[in-house]
Every structure is written in structure tokens, then in C-alpha cells.
């Protein structure tokens, strides 16, 4: 669970990064599944996986694990979203960002939200170190504050294949001086608010840096999933229509999300 003061400085600054971890057999275990998860994608960027918790192939051409499926399921880390959100918790998204060593892929600053199908916009980020994560190989940097108005900003479209997505908040928007560097262990993890402004350099090291990102909305929201057409306009194909989602925690406050679709039987 979250600390008072973790609470707080998530409603702040737009991320915290709380004492909870994961424990390192754990950690390792994942670390294999990834590795299995890299050598079944060898046609995909290992910074493009997208939802790598759905067994098997997906709509979107991956194939994931249900060990992440598990990992997101886990009931202290959503006991810690549901701190941060509300007691009624949807999973709606989960993706592994891994840089590999001399090559990993720049992430351009930009807002998740930009992005997403969710209205009321809202979704809680859970990024879960699996490697270590560094200025040296590229961690998550984030402009604290900036969710604090709950805009969009304009965001430009990169014509470059170097960078895992391909749109870029507007510079004049926010100071990018004013950004932190998330540096974490392995086990150890953020979380961060749907509205705050954050990106990665490339990682030039010779260390990987491997993380999960786990998404969750409050189910006072509704996953609308003919809001955004399937494409490949974001670098990487992105299929809401077909996206599975869970119910996690609490109910669904808008009687509208849809559990059933892109479930396998």
C-alpha cells in the first residue's frame, strides 16, 4: 500500500515512485518471460510490445504471456492504483519498453492520453523496472507538475524510425529543463498520471533496460473502443476495438465498458 505521503506526491507531481517492490525471484522470473517473449517476436522491436500479457498471438501481432497477465492482476499493486484512482479499477493495456544495449529507441516526450480511448480521461501508468533503469541507458524522464491542468498538448508528428513512438509534444508546452530522471532497480517502480509529459533518450549503453508498463483506468470511465481506428499511425499497430479488458477491482461505474471482447474462449 501506498503511503500518505506517496499519495501525495503522485497528486503533485504527476508520478511517485513508492517503497513497494517486487521481490527478485520474481523479478527473475519475469526476466525469463521476457527473453521467451523477445525470441517469439523477433520481427517486432523489443520497445514495441504491446500488449504482451495477452497468451499467445494478439490482434496486434504480438505474442505475450500470461505471466504478465498475472503481474498486472496482482492484488498489492492494484490495492496501490486503487489508492491513487478509486476502489473501481479497470486493467485495460500492458506493454513492454525494452532498449536494448547500443541501440535502444528514443520515446519522444508526449502524453499518454494523447493516445488513448478513454472518456473521461484518466488511466494510472505502473512502470516495473526488470532491468536496471538509468540516465546511462536511457530511463523514463518526466516533467513533474505538468498533469496538473489536465490539457493535451498539440503534439507533432516525427517522420524518423529511430523513435518507439511517432508523436511529439509541442516544445513550447513545457520547460523540458524541469524534468526528472526516474532511475530504478530492478523490482522497484513508478506511477504516473495519464496527463504528465515524460519520455526516454536512446539508450547508447551497453546494458539493456527493460521495463513493463501497466495500464489501469477508473471504471468511472468508459474504454471507447471506436474512438481511435486501428492503425499503425502511433509506430506500432494499436487495436481498441479488439483490446481485452479487465475488471479488477470494484465495479463498472458506467454499466457501459464491454469484459467480453477479444477474450479468448
Aim: proline share 7%.
Amino acid at each position: 500500500m501506498l503511503t500518505e505521503d506517496e499519495i501525495g506526491a503522485y497528486a503533485d507531481q504527476g508520478f511517485v515512485v513508492p517503497k513497494m517492490r517486487l521481490a527478485q525471484p520474481r523479478v527473475e522470473a519475469l526476466r525469463g518471460t521476457l527473453d521467451r517473449l523477445i525470441a517469439a517476436n523477433p520481427q517486432i522491436r523489443p520497445e514495441r510490445l504491446v500488449s504482451a500479457h495477452i497468451e499467445g498471438e494478439n490482434a496486434e501481432g504480438v505474442k505475450g504471456s500470461a505471466d504478465f497477465l498475472d503481474l498486472a492482476r496482482d492484488p498489492a499493486i492494484v490495492a496501490a492504483v486503487a489508492q491513487l484512482i478509486g476502489p473501481d479499477v479497470i486493467l485495460w493495456g500492458c506493454q513492454i519498453f525494452c532498449k536494448p544495449g547500443g541501440d535502444g529507441m528514443e520515446v519522444p516526450w508526449h502524453q499518454d492520453g494523447h493516445y488513448w480511448p478513454i472518456r473521461p480521461l484518466a488511466t494510472c501508468t505502473v512502470w516495473i523496472a526488470l532491468d536496471p533503469s538509468n540516465v546511462a541507458n536511457g530511463c523514463l524522464r518526466l516533467i513533474p507538475g505538468s498533469h496538473r491542468d489536465k490539457t493535451l498538448l498539440p503534439h507533432m508528428t516525427e517522420a524518423r524510425s529511430d523513435v518507439v513512438l511517432t508523436q511529439r509534444a509541442d516544445d513550447a508546452g513545457f520547460d523540458a529543463s524541469t524534468a526528472v530522471d526516474i532511475e530504478l532497480e530492478p523490482g522497484q517502480m513508478s506511477l504516473h498520471d495519464v496527463y504528465a509529459i515524460h519520455g526516454s533518450n536512446p539508450n547508447r549503453s551497453p546494458q539493456r533496460r527493460a521495463g513493463v508498463a501497466i495500464r489501469y483506468m477508473p471504471a468511472t470511465s468508459l474504454f471507447a473502443r471506436d474512438l481511435i481506428a486501428t492503425s499503425a499511425a502511433s509506430g506500432y499497430k494499436v487495436d481498441f476495438s479488439t483490446r481485452p479488458i479487465w475488471l479488477v477491482a470494484g465495479q463498472d461505474r458506467t454499466g457501459k465498458n464491454d469484459f467480453r471482447v477479444g477474450h479468448k474462449s
